[in-house]
């Protein structure tokens, strides 16, 4: 099976700009996870949609929002952009198995903002 | 709430030598439990998982970890460090009642040295 795709790989945006990332799953898979990496804040999980539905959401501000279509690819958008904004945005796909859901992840997005 | 807490943000080792990278969780329901590798510019590769099956777990690349709930750890090891292994790991725990949200902790970075 092909793994998680996420698109564009890199990207530069200015201040109070707004942002899409693009997330393919793994066929098969319903559950897409968010997450952002920061070198101080490290990995943190931004949200979870499941059948087109959020399941989970972290504490980000609702500047960062995301959807999940039939297919289960899912986008998320961040508007308004800060200079703190800038990380590398992975996005992961998901099946349960004993009980957990096993994450995949894809080579993430780099957004840097200017 | 969940947490991890992972001792020691790097960890140096000599090719051939003992890996041993210490994670501990603090959660109020019994804990799934993951290590997930990084290497540079990519996404994370899933190592091995905890599922309240057998505590000792065995992973790829040749690494293992052992659930101890009397610790709260799931400390990672590997008999013998190759070159290849030197990444940044990630310990990191969910729940049954989470989904796919995964709390990590901060990393450990792992160099092995010739």
């Known amino acids: 099976k092909a793994g998680v795709t996420q698109t564009p790989r890199y990207l530069i945006k200015t201040r109070g700009q707004q942002v899409t990332l693009s997330c393919s799953p793994i066929?098969?898979?319903?559950?897409v996870s968010w997450y952002q990496q920061t070198p101080g804040q490290g990995l943190q999980f931004l949200f979870e949609y499941f059948s087109e539905t959020q399941r989970n959401k972290g504490n980000f501000p609702g500047r960062f929002s995301g959807r999940q279509f039939s297919n289960s690819r899912s986008e998320m958008n961040v508007s308004t952009l800060e200079l703190g904004d800038s990380a590398l945005y992975l996005c992961a796909s998901s099946f349960r198995q004993g009980g957990a859901y096993e994450q995949y992840f894809g080579p993430g997005t780099r957004l840097t903002v200017t | 709430a969940q947490s991890v807490t992972q001792l020691g943000s790097h960890v140096s080792v000599s090719e051939g030598a003992l890996v041993l990278l210490r994670c501990n969780y603090s959660?109020?329901?019994?804990?799934?439990l993951f290590w997930y590798v990084q290497y540079p510019n990519q996404g994370l590769q899933l190592l091995l998982k905890y599922t309240s099956a057998a505590t000792l777990v065995k992973g790829i690349n040749g690494f293992e970890a052992e659930f101890k709930k009397s610790e709260t750890s799931f400390h990672l090891t590997k008999p013998s460090a190759h070159m290849s292994d030197a990444a940044e790991y990630f310990c990191a725990v969910s729940d049954q009642n989470q989904g796919g949200k995964l709390i990590f902790g901060q990393g450990t970075e792992l160099s092995v040295k010739p």
């Open positions: 959660s109020s329901v019994p804990p799934y």
């Open positions: 066929s098969g898979h319903r559950s």
